[in-house]
Nanobody
Framework: QVQLVESGGGSVQAGGSLRLSCAGF????????GGWFRKPPGKEREKVAT????????MYADSVKGRFTISRDNAKATVYLQMNSLKPEDTAMYYC????????????????WGQGTQVAVSS
């Protein structure tokens, strides 16, 4: 069983930065894809970024390219999301997720989820 715990959310002004962390607990977490998703107020959940188990492959939503960076430290069983140049439209509940890495980190369904961490960006 995989358990995920997010941290690092908060309130910032537009243009600011935050780094989210997702600590994973469970069997072979380092063999799993890592993903960050978000659910803005009143909107559907959307995929933000994904990373393969070894970190070699990353993919981003167009809305965050060039501003957000996903990374991982498998020794610490942690996936990070560095968020720079934040905009009010980045305001959302952010969730980390994991799935077994079968080569489809960006397209497949994720089956392990954290509880979420809130990010609020003011103008």
């Amino acid at each position: 069983q995989v358990q995920l715990v997010e941290s690092g959310g908060g309130s910032v002004q537009a243009g600011g930065s935050l780094r989210l962390s997702c600590a994973g607990f469970g069997y072979m977490i380092s063999s799993h894809c890592g993903g960050w998703f978000r659910k803005p107020p009143g909107k559907e959940r959307e995929k933000v970024a994904t990373i393969s188990y070894g970190g070699a492959t990353t993919m981003y939503a167009d809305s965050v390219k060039g501003r957000f960076t996903i990374s991982r430290d498998n020794a610490k069983a942690t996936v990070y999301l560095q968020m720079n140049s934040l905009k009010p439209e980045d305001t959302a509940m952010y969730y980390c997720a994991a799935r077994w890495d079968d080569g489809n980190c960006h397209t497949a369904t994720y089956n392990y989820w954290g509880q979420g961490t809130q990010v609020a960006v003011s103008s």
